[in-house]
């Protein structure tokens, strides 16, 4: 298969990777303004149909494909068909940008101010660019960012026209919309706006699709969206949405086009700006609507020191390679190519593999920095750590990530000590150091008792402020600790056990990582790679046994997967026990948060991550898959139907791997 | 093509004296002339041939590894000149100076580096034949001539697909016919099949040798002794029925031949596809050829009214010679396509047609492609498209350009200067974008000036420029001499070959472009040390979609197995075709080349029915070239 580049290789640790350049070091030097009013002429696509953004507009409304839909609508509907064709044509005007150089320019000089007081870098591969110049005049190309901030895309567009690349057109929720001044601003530096659900909506699926899709076929501009559909609150990636991954590979199946580039995008940050909110909007504080003047009390986090930022640009893959002999082409010739196909099955789980392969893509690229080793070790020690263990155990861990191929940026030429003390002092709304212990900051309450909810909230925001960091390291761990924890449960060195013990929860925990589908024996294998690799464990011809060097290793390991373990149980536990005959499917989250936090303060529970919703509706999206749990449609309401004993039996294999909470 | 290149306009005074000439004649002796139904071809010839027909050393006139005569080749002179050698044609004795530059710019050739042919046969190298002695001993005995000598055995051994000249440049020679037998009538070719089903033989019909579909390739794993059996002795026009405008002609006659000599009645067929000059009317029954002119003649699909095949189970034909019928599925249609693999064509009633009044060539310059793509659909949807009309893409403009001959006035190269400034200063044109349709018109001469209005009417709303006649010309001479040049490639390093498909309209555009780069990227990825020439043209129109043809040639020097690289890239172009709804062939056959696809391209009943046809036709698999199926 062509597509080798694509898959992680047999040894992630020899992936070589580019070097990075500081973007913000010529602009703490020379003048911002000139810079935002310099030449810009970008090297355009070869195949490039050259179209003003009103002109695309009309091409999208008279396009076969959407002619056909209005004409289908408006027999369904009874309506005429100049009214639905005026629908489509509001609707195209409430979704389409309007990109113009001028306000490129006026964020160019705004954003320069903005970074240079947020970041202290802005680092981008310069090779990455190269190639995604190069990608960009050979074929229509795909920008796939990941997407931990809002900063994301102002980031990418802005890089963009640092590099005097072609600018993207960007696909961003509806939500802005409701920002008056600023979603304007964002529509006329090339935002496109979407609805976040319009399930059955004919109509305004043919107009968002034709849209993209004559962007893509013309070459107007490289299209970007989110893989992941929207921010990840937790620093882990999301599951991927396919919806427009379908979109923009469909030109290619039907021939429209020769091939599409899709660019993985890795955008990471040393600290992310939304960290605390997040934090409290997975613990049930509902997120602040987007408005403009929510946008300007914000100022006030640009007095802070948000560290460097990176952004990798990942191999162009070339959908062309990567479909070469799964999807078979010819499959459209019997049907006028302009009538909306659903995809077929062999085609939606192309596109689904893809967009998995996409993700860890992303994931692998991402920056990583000591604090999120520091983050992993501080949430495994919740009374805290003395420095001079976290210093030792840190520089353990660094080696450990290093020999699975973490993407870290470790300054080599520091001591350990100093590198620690600058992260833990960036982090110090996170963190403090007193007497010699680092511990977790808590809010405290002014003389109340530690037991109360209020306490244990503003622990819970701590920890998974804390938990966002060590997330980010999640995608390197995940498979050895799948295998760790399968090893514990299973009780016995051989092999097949192992494996059934590390499939089983590898099911389970599918909507928690970004594990491709039907990839497990892959995955398995990659992790036994890993873990011999390591020394902790030694591969033999039936067994896969433990090294005597290995306890450390293992027990970290276990332990890495041990919040969400426990978050699952309890949301086991409290379908079993808790559950009124029906539960309305909105009434889920916060009555399990409340039975968890009920738990921690009777002391029972230590485990503050169970708390996050993000954890809690994985768990439920898991039940619902494995049939545990099964959702009943009445009207409007979604009600869950629980069935006790799979749920019961679910709860007691998780239990197995995990004694501590047996003892509950 | 127009035969020999020669006459490209017929004023009606001619035309009317050939007609009544011809009328002076029938009157004297009616169907005398072409009535004979004796079988002796030469015998019977009312008007001995001017021209000479198909010799049985067919070598003795024609090249035994390249195309065509062996007096009419290209080369490069000393002084780097390219001209064509021989009298045959119009561009022969001239020197085409703008040839090297164009040859060596696109394919980074160098007229240092040659790679000249074997010179001559080496008669050593050809398997002894395993003759079946008692088939060739009643086949004596019957009166039929046939030959076990390696010149004739070898030339029917191969069509002239890429990979089979090149082998017998490179004097490599594999399996071939062990013996030649060269019928002359249907009777003969009736105890010619009866025998080989007595005696277990393998028969490949022959006609006129120009397939490209490895269709004349001899199956290696074939036991049995292999006989050719060549057609072109059974050449006569056996009659012409003025009344139902139809003339029943033998199948082994040659394109060039049976337009010359119905000519010379008043007639013609109008059939001609770009190899007539040596493909022979059984060849073109067997693989549904196209022609050239099909918009006002038909393809030979609409020409054929009446066919007769000797098969192992006996002839077929039908009893009547009714325009339609409906009488189950049209066995014709059985035979049309079946490339050899159900019996012999012996004799064919098909439609003939007035010779026309006038002919006139013109050009349209489009801007680009899809201009060009998009007025051809327009034509084709006003179902006014001229008796021919091609629409060549920028590389084939570029290297039609680079066949002019040289200039012999300065007033003519001044005009070209001033075309050249017109177009592309004054129009704007991007000389690196433009594309050329020509055009050819048939008919009486008034109807043809407002035919040509017509289409030029519509061209000009796509941006099109009418470009003279001398440009439309020259175009459809490059369908003929494009089989020479590559001759001249082979000799310095490039190799090519020509492939079709045909396609619905709304993806004319997106096929020609992801086909030609995924030639350009197919090269690359192969090790192709420079740039191939990958170009199309839409060659024909119709109602629902138009025919596509691709070149693609490359300079092979630094390739250690060519052909191998070749026949992939090739193989690649074919699956980026049907991925983009294409087909598997226009007119070109399948033979054992394109075998491999057939199943998908008719599904596995639609192949299941045609091997039905072969089981009971053919139980022994006599006609064992193993093609198609």
Same mark, same amino acid.
């Given at each position: 298969?062509?597509?080798?580049?694509?898959?992680?290789?047999?040894?992630?640790?020899?992936?070589?990777?580019?070097?990075?350049?500081?973007?913000?070091?010529?602009?703490? #030097?020379?003048?911002?303004?000139?810079?935002?009013?310099?030449?810009?002429?970008?090297?355009?696509?070869?195949?490039?149909?050259?179209?003003?953004?009103?002109?695309?507009?009309?091409?999208?409304?008279?396009?076969?494909?959407?002619?056909?839909?209005?004409?289908?609508?408006?027999?369904?509907?009874?309506?005429?068909?100049?009214?639905?064709?005026?629908?489509?044509?509001?609707?195209?005007?409430?979704?389409?940008?309007?990109?113009?150089?001028?306000?490129?320019?006026?964020?160019?000089?705004?954003?320069?101010?903005?970074?240079?007081?947020?970041?202290?870098?802005?680092?981008?591969?310069?090779?990455?660019?190269?190639?995604?110049?190069?990608?960009?005049?050979?074929?229509?190309?795909?920008?796939?960012?990941?997407?931990? /901030?809002?900063?994301?895309?102002?980031?990418?567009?802005?890089?963009?026209?640092?590099?005097?690349?072609?600018?993207?057109?960007?696909?961003?929720?509806?939500?802005?919309?409701?920002? +008056?001044?600023?979603?304007?601003?964002?529509?006329?530096?090339?935002?496109?706006?979407?609805?976040? /659900?319009?399930?059955?909506?004919?109509?305004?699926?043919?107009?968002?699709?034709?849209?993209?899709?004559?962007?893509?076929?013309?070459?107007?501009?490289?299209?970007?969206?989110?893989?992941?559909?929207?921010?990840?609150?937790?620093?882990?990636?999301?599951?991927?949405?396919?919806?427009?991954?379908?979109?923009?590979?469909?030109?290619?199946?039907?021939?429209?086009?020769?091939?599409? #580039?899709?660019?993985?995008?890795?955008?990471?940050?040393?600290?992310?700006?939304?960290?605390?909110?997040?934090?409290?909007?997975?613990?049930? @504080?509902?997120?602040?609507?987007?408005?403009?003047?929510?946008?300007?009390?914000?100022?006030?986090?640009?007095?802070?020191?948000?560290?460097?930022?990176?952004?990798?640009?990942?191999?162009?893959?070339?959908?062309?390679?990567?479909?070469?002999?799964?999807?078979?082409?010819?499959?459209?010739?019997?049907?006028?190519?302009?009538?909306?196909?659903?995809?077929?099955?062999?085609?939606?789980?192309?596109?689904?593999?893809?967009?998995?392969?996409?993700?860890?893509?992303?994931?692998?690229?991402?920056?990583?920095?000591?604090?999120?080793?520091?983050?992993?070790?501080?949430?495994?020690?919740?009374?805290?750590?003395?420095?001079?263990?976290?210093?030792?155990?840190?520089?353990?861990?660094?080696?450990?990530?290093?020999?699975?191929?973490?993407?870290?940026?470790?300054?080599?030429?520091?001591?350990?000590?100093?590198?620690?003390?600058?992260?833990?002092?960036?982090?110090? #709304?996170?963190?403090?150091?007193?007497?010699?212990? @680092?511990?977790?900051? @808590?809010?405290?309450?002014?003389?109340?008792?530690?037991?109360?909810?209020?306490?244990?909230?503003?622990?819970?925001?701590?920890?998974?402020?804390?938990?966002?960091?060590?997330?980010?390291?999640?995608?390197?761990?995940?498979?050895?600790?799948?295998?760790?924890?399968?090893?514990?449960?299973?009780?016995?060195?051989? +092999?097949?056990?192992?494996? #059934?013990?590390?499939?089983?929860?590898?099911?389970?925990?599918?909507?928690?990582?970004?594990?491709?589908?039907?990839?497990?024996?892959?995955?398995?294998?990659?992790?036994?790679?890993?873990?011999?690799?390591?020394?902790?464990?030694?591969?033999?011809?039936?067994?896969?046994?433990?090294?005597?060097?290995?306890?450390?290793?293992?027990?970290?390991?276990?332990?890495?997967?041990?919040?969400?373990?426990?978050?699952?149980?309890?949301?086991?536990?409290?379908?079993?026990?808790?559950?009124?005959?029906?539960?309305?499917?909105?009434?889920?989250?916060?009555?399990?948060?409340?039975?968890?936090?009920?738990?921690?303060?009777?002391?029972?529970?230590?485990?503050?991550?169970?708390?996050? /919703?993000?954890?809690?509706?994985?768990?439920?999206?898991?039940?619902?898959?494995?049939?545990?749990?099964?959702?009943?449609?009445?009207?409007?309401?979604?009600?869950?139907?629980?069935? +006790?004993?799979?749920?019961?039996?679910?709860?007691?294999?998780?239990?197995?791997?995990?004694?501590?909470?047996?003892?509950? | 093509?127009?035969?020999?290149?020669?006459?490209?306009?017929?004023?009606?005074?001619?035309?009317?004296?050939?007609?009544?000439?011809?009328?002076?004649?029938?009157?004297?002796?009616?169907?005398?002339?072409?009535?004979?139904?004796?079988?002796?071809?030469?015998?019977?010839?009312?008007?001995?041939?001017?021209?000479?027909?198909?010799?049985?050393?067919?070598?003795?006139?024609?090249?035994?590894?390249?195309?065509?005569?062996?007096?009419?080749?290209?080369?490069?002179?000393?002084?780097?000149?390219?001209?064509?050698?021989?009298?045959?044609?119009?561009?022969?004795?001239?020197?085409?100076?703008?040839?090297?530059?164009?040859?060596? %710019?696109?394919?980074?050739?160098?007229?240092?580096?040659?790679?000249?042919?074997?010179?001559?046969?080496?008669?050593?190298?050809?398997?002894?034949?395993?003759?079946?002695?008692?088939?060739?001993?009643?086949?004596?005995?019957? %009166?039929?001539?046939?030959?076990?000598?390696?010149?004739?055995?070898?030339?029917?051994?191969?069509?002239?697909?890429?990979?089979?000249?090149?082998?017998?440049?490179?004097?490599?020679?594999?399996?071939?016919?062990?013996?030649?037998?060269?019928?002359?009538?249907?009777?003969?070719?009736?105890?010619?099949?009866?025998?080989?089903?007595?005696?277990?033989?393998?028969?490949?019909?022959?006609?006129?040798?120009?397939?490209?579909?490895?269709?004349?390739?001899?199956?290696?794993?074939?036991?049995?002794?292999?006989?050719?059996?060549?057609?072109?002795?059974?050449?006569?026009?056996?009659?012409?029925?003025?009344?139902?405008?139809?003339?029943?002609?033998?199948?082994?006659?040659?394109?060039?031949?049976?337009?010359?000599?119905?000519?010379?009645?008043?007639?013609?067929?109008?059939?001609?596809?770009?190899?007539?000059?040596?493909?022979?009317?059984?060849?073109?029954?067997?693989?549904?050829?196209?022609?050239?002119?099909?918009?006002?003649?038909?393809?030979?699909?609409?020409?054929?009214?009446?066919?007769?095949?000797?098969?192992?189970?006996?002839?077929?034909?039908?009893?009547?010679?009714?325009?339609?019928?409906?009488?189950?599925?049209?066995?014709?249609?059985?035979?049309?396509?079946?490339?050899?693999?159900?019996?012999?064509?012996?004799?064919?009633?098909?439609?003939?047609?007035?010779?026309?009044?006038?002919?006139?060539?013109?050009?349209?310059?489009?801007?680009?492609?899809?201009?060009?793509?998009?007025?051809?659909?327009?034509?084709?949807?006003?179902?006014?498209?001229?008796?021919?009309?091609?629409?060549?893409?920028?590389?084939?403009?570029?290297?039609?350009?680079?066949?002019?001959?040289?200039?012999?006035?300065?007033?003519?190269?001044?005009?070209?200067?001033?075309?050249?400034?017109?177009?592309?200063?004054?129009?704007?044109?991007?000389?690196?974008?433009?594309?050329?349709?020509?055009?050819?018109?048939?008919?009486?001469?008034?109807?043809?000036?407002?035919?040509?209005?017509?289409?030029?009417?519509?061209?000009?709303?796509?941006?099109?420029?009418?470009?003279?006649?001398?440009?439309?010309?020259?175009?459809?001479?490059?369908?003929?001499?494009?089989?020479?040049?590559?001759?001249?490639?082979?000799?310095?390093?490039?190799?090519?070959?020509?492939?079709?498909?045909?396609?619905?309209?709304?993806?004319?555009?997106?096929?020609?472009?992801?086909?030609?780069?995924?030639?350009?990227?197919?090269?690359?990825?192969?090790?192709?040390?420079?740039?191939?020439?990958?170009?199309?043209?839409?060659?024909?129109?119709?109602?629902?979609?138009?025919?596509?043809?691709?070149?693609?040639?490359?300079?092979?020097?630094?390739?250690?197995?060519?052909?191998?690289?070749?026949?992939?890239?090739?193989?690649?172009?074919?699956?980026?075709?049907?991925?983009?709804?294409?087909?598997?062939?226009?007119?070109?056959?399948?033979?054992?080349?394109?075998?491999?696809?057939?199943?998908?391209?008719?599904?596995?009943?639609?192949?299941?029915?045609?091997?039905?046809?072969?089981?009971?036709?053919?139980?022994?698999?006599?006609?064992?070239?193993?093609?198609?199926?």
């Amino acid at each position: 298969m062509a597509s080798k580049s694509l898959y992680s290789g047999r040894d992630p640790v020899l992936k070589k990777r580019d070097d990075f350049e500081d973007v913000l070091e010529e602009r703490r #030097n020379s003048s911002d303004l000139r810079y935002a009013l310099r030449c810009y002429t970008p090297a355009l696509y070869k195949g490039l149909v050259p179209c003003k953004a009103s002109m695309l507009k009309s091409i999208v409304l008279q396009s076969d494909s959407l002619q056909y839909v209005v004409g289908q609508v408006s027999a369904e509907c009874g309506e005429s068909r100049e009214a639905v064709q005026e629908e489509a044509a509001l609707l195209l005007e409430e979704m389409a940008h309007r990109l113009q150089l001028g306000t490129i320019r006026f964020f160019a000089f705004t954003l320069s101010k903005a970074f240079k007081a947020l970041f202290r870098g802005v680092c981008v591969n310069e090779e990455g660019i190269q190639r995604l110049q190069q990608a960009i005049q050979e074929h229509p190309v795909v920008l796939l960012p990941s997407h931990r /901030s809002y900063m994301d895309f102002l980031m990418m567009s802005y890089i963009l026209y640092t590099y005097d690349l072609a600018l993207p057109v960007i696909a961003a929720g509806m939500d802005f919309i409701s920002m +008056k001044f600023v979603g304007e601003m964002l529509r006329m530096s090339g935002a496109f706006f979407i609805r976040r /659900s319009f399930g059955g909506d004919k109509l305004y699926w043919a107009v968002f699709s034709e849209y993209v899709k004559t962007m893509l076929r013309n070459g107007y501009a490289p299209i970007e969206f989110f893989l992941e559909g929207t921010r990840s609150r937790t620093g882990k990636s999301l599951t991927p949405k396919t919806g427009l991954l379908n979109i923009v590979m469909e030109p290619f199946f039907k021939g429209e086009v020769f091939d599409v #580039n899709l660019v993985p995008v890795s955008i990471s940050y040393e600290r992310i700006l939304e960290e605390s909110l997040y934090a409290r909007e997975l613990l049930g @504080v509902p997120k602040p609507k987007e408005s403009t003047s929510g946008l300007l009390k914000a100022r006030r986090i640009l007095s802070e020191d948000y560290g460097s930022m990176h952004v990798y640009f990942g191999h162009p893959v070339s959908i062309r390679s990567l479909a070469q002999g799964h999807i078979s082409r010819s499959q459209h010739n019997l049907l006028p190519r302009h009538i909306p196909q659903k995809p077929t099955a062999d085609t939606q789980a192309f596109v689904n593999d893809t967009a998995f392969r996409l993700v860890r893509l992303q994931e692998e690229n991402m920056v990583l920095k000591p604090w999120v080793l520091l983050a992993t070790l501080l949430l495994q020690n919740p009374d805290g750590m003395d420095l001079s263990t976290l210093t030792e155990q840190a520089d353990w861990l660094r080696r450990l990530a290093l020999a699975f191929g973490a993407f870290l940026d470790w300054p080599d030429h520091e001591p350990c000590s100093k590198v620690i003390s600058s992260s833990l002092a960036l982090h110090k #709304n996170l963190v403090c150091v007193s007497g010699g212990r @680092v511990r977790l900051v @808590v809010e405290e309450l002014p003389g109340a008792e530690s037991a109360t909810e209020e306490a244990g909230f503003n622990r819970a925001v701590s920890v998974l402020s804390c938990a966002s960091y060590r997330n980010q390291i999640l995608h390197l761990f995940v498979r050895p600790a799948l295998i760790a924890v399968a090893m514990q449960t299973a009780n016995c060195s051989r +092999k097949d056990e192992v494996f #059934n013990c590390f499939n089983f929860l590898r099911n389970v925990f599918s909507n928690e990582f970004i594990l491709c589908p039907g990839a497990a024996v892959q995955d398995f294998e990659e992790a036994c790679y890993l873990l011999g690799k390591c020394g902790a464990v030694q591969e033999l011809q039936q067994d896969l046994v433990m090294s005597q060097s290995g306890q450390t290793t293992l027990a970290f390991l276990c332990s890495v997967l041990d919040p969400f373990l426990q978050g699952y149980q309890v949301v086991c536990r409290y379908l079993c026990e808790e559950l009124e005959e029906n539960l309305l499917e909105n009434k889920f989250v916060p009555a399990v948060r409340s039975f968890t936090l009920q738990l921690i303060l009777s002391g029972s529970l230590k485990c503050y991550e169970a708390l996050s /919703s993000d954890l809690q509706k994985n768990a439920l999206a898991a039940l619902i898959r494995l049939k545990a749990v099964r959702r009943v449609k009445a009207g409007d309401q979604v009600t869950l139907k629980v069935n +006790k004993i799979a749920v019961n039996s679910l709860e007691d294999t998780l239990g197995k791997t995990n004694p501590c909470l047996r003892r509950l | 093509l127009h035969s020999g290149g020669s006459t490209s306009r017929i004023s009606s005074q001619d035309r009317l004296r050939v007609i009544s000439g011809h009328l002076h004649q029938r009157a004297q002796d009616g169907h005398a002339a072409v009535s004979a139904q004796e079988c002796k071809a030469e015998a019977s010839r009312a008007n001995p041939a001017k021209a000479a027909p198909v010799p049985k050393r067919r070598h003795d006139i024609m090249k035994w590894n390249g195309w065509g005569y062996s007096d009419s080749r290209f080369l490069f002179n000393k002084k780097g000149q390219a001209e064509f050698t021989g009298k045959r044609y119009r561009l022969s004795g001239l020197i085409l100076p703008s040839l090297k530059d164009w040859f060596e %710019g696109t394919f980074g050739a160098n007229l240092q580096h040659k790679s000249p042919a074997t010179p001559a046969l080496n008669v050593s190298a050809v398997p002894p034949p395993n003759l079946n002695e008692s088939f060739v001993e009643e086949l004596k005995a019957a %009166g039929v001539a046939l030959s076990q000598e390696p010149e004739d055995r070898v030339f029917r051994s191969h069509g002239h697909c890429l990979h089979e000249i090149f082998a017998l440049r490179e004097g490599r020679i594999s399996r071939v016919p062990d013996l030649v037998v060269w019928p002359s009538c249907h009777n003969d070719v009736v105890k010619i099949v009866e025998l080989a089903c007595k005696h277990n033989v393998c028969l490949i019909p022959y006609g006129g040798g120009t397939s490209v579909s490895s269709a004349l390739e001899c199956p290696p794993e074939e036991t049995r002794s292999i006989v050719s059996l060549d057609t072109s002795q059974m050449n006569r026009i056996l009659w012409i029925d003025e009344k139902n405008l139809t003339a029943h002609v033998e199948a082994g006659i040659i394109g060039q031949d049976l337009e010359r000599q119905l000519n010379e009645s008043g007639y013609c067929t109008g059939h001609e596809p770009d190899s007539m000059e040596f493909s022979s009317l059984g060849g073109w029954v067997a693989t549904r050829a196209s022609g050239m002119k099909k918009n006002i003649y038909g393809n030979i699909e609409d020409l054929v009214v009446h066919i007769k095949m000797v098969t192992p189970r006996g002839v077929i034909e039908k009893s009547c010679q009714g325009p339609r019928m409906s009488t189950g599925p049209d066995i014709h249609h059985f035979i049309m396509g079946s490339e050899g693999t159900l019996g012999v064509v012996t004799e064919v009633t098909m439609k003939i047609r007035p010779v026309p009044e006038y002919q006139k060539y013109g050009s349209i310059v489009f801007p680009n492609f899809q201009q060009g793509v998009a007025c051809l659909r327009e034509v084709a949807k006003q179902r006014c498209a001229p008796a021919s009309i091609r629409l060549m893409d920028n590389e084939q403009f570029q290297f039609g350009h680079a066949l002019k001959p040289q200039v012999s006035s300065i007033f003519t190269s001044f005009l070209d200067g001033l075309k050249k400034f017109y177009i592309t200063k004054f129009k704007g044109f991007d000389p690196h974008h433009l594309c050329v349709a020509t055009l050819l018109f048939e008919g009486d001469r008034e109807k043809v000036l407002q035919h040509e209005k017509q289409v030029y009417d519509i061209a000009a709303k796509f941006g099109g420029l009418a470009a003279g006649e001398d440009n439309g010309q020259r175009g459809y001479m490059l369908t003929f001499v494009i089989a020479y040049l590559r001759d001249l490639g082979m000799d310095y390093y490039v190799i090519g070959e020509s492939f079709e498909t045909s396609v619905p309209w709304d993806r004319v555009l997106d096929l020609c472009r992801n086909v030609k780069e995924r030639i350009v990227r197919e090269c690359k990825e192969r090790g192709v040390q420079f740039p191939p020439l990958s170009t199309c043209r839409v060659t024909q129109t119709y109602d629902a979609g138009a025919c596509v043809y691709f070149y693609f040639a490359f300079n092979y020097r630094g390739l250690s197995d060519p052909i191998h690289v070749y026949e992939n890239v090739e193989h690649a172009a074919r699956e980026e075709i049907l991925a983009n709804g294409g087909s598997l062939s226009h007119h070109h056959g399948v033979g054992k080349l394109r075998k491999e696809w057939m199943k998908e391209a008719v599904s596995t009943v639609g192949l299941g029915m045609l091997k039905s046809v072969k089981e009971y036709v053919d139980p022994s698999n006599i006609f064992g070239n193993r093609n198609l199926l």
